[in-house]
């Protein structure tokens, strides 16, 4: 026998799933997840009790290579895209809008192209580790997050939250690749104005 031939890599157990403990295990933080991206409490939890009911029918699938909370949380993940797709249907033509055009002018100066001085970035002020700032600093931000429109926010939320590639984003939410960067500039725009106008 080579020496090649005598390296052979461990293989690790299979991951065993437990639905009986599903709830205990697992459902508090997939209700987290779900909350961070839909901000409806009511909905977070239906989405929690459709993963479960999802997994179940598809126990037979799983093939262990996964721990079961990352399998579950794949699940959620998927139909907390399918809330982002139908929230956002039909929006992505209002993209381009006039309306968004409007926005960036009250952003921008349109002959120079710099800032407005209502909407010059100014310091955030967010340099500390103060645990109760941040709390009120995350707080501040889910309301402003959700004052963005709904394909924005599933946007958004897909690339900076779940760092989803752009390409997948594009295609679960039909939006063009050159939308998908408006919608982001745009998006991070406004957040700031907001964060700017009830942080600061």
């Not at 009250?106 to 109760?132: Q, S, V």
Request: include cysteine.
């Amino acid at each position: 026998m080579s020496i090649a031939e005598s390296k052979e890599i461990p293989q690790a157990e299979p991951h065993v799933l437990t639905p009986h403990h599903w709830v205990e295990n697992h459902a508090d933080y997939l209700f987290n997840y779900a909350i961070t991206r839909i901000s409806e409490e009511e909905q977070a939890r239906d989405l929690v009790q459709e993963t479960f009911l999802a997994a179940l029918e598809r126990i037979d699938r799983f093939e262990g290579r996964s721990s079961e909370r990352t399998w579950l949380t794949a699940i959620l993940k998927n139909k907390v895209i399918d809330v982002y797709r139908k929230k956002s249907s039909g929006l992505g033509k209002n993209t381009s809008s006039l309306d968004t055009e409007q926005q960036d002018q009250d952003f921008f100066d349109p002959y120079d192209g710099h800032w407005n001085k209502a909407h010059r970035p100014e310091a955030f002020g967010i340099e500390t580790n103060d645990p109760l700032m941040n709390k009120e600093l995350k707080s501040i931000l889910q309301m402003c997050m959700q004052k963005l429109p709904a394909l924005w926010l599933s946007v958004f939320t897909m690339k900076h939250m779940d760092d989803e590639p752009a390409d997948l984003i594009c295609e679960a939410l039909k939006v063009t690749p050159s939308n998908f960067w408006v919608i982001i500039h745009r998006a991070k725009l406004n957040l700031r104005a907001c964060l700017q106008k009830n942080w600061i």
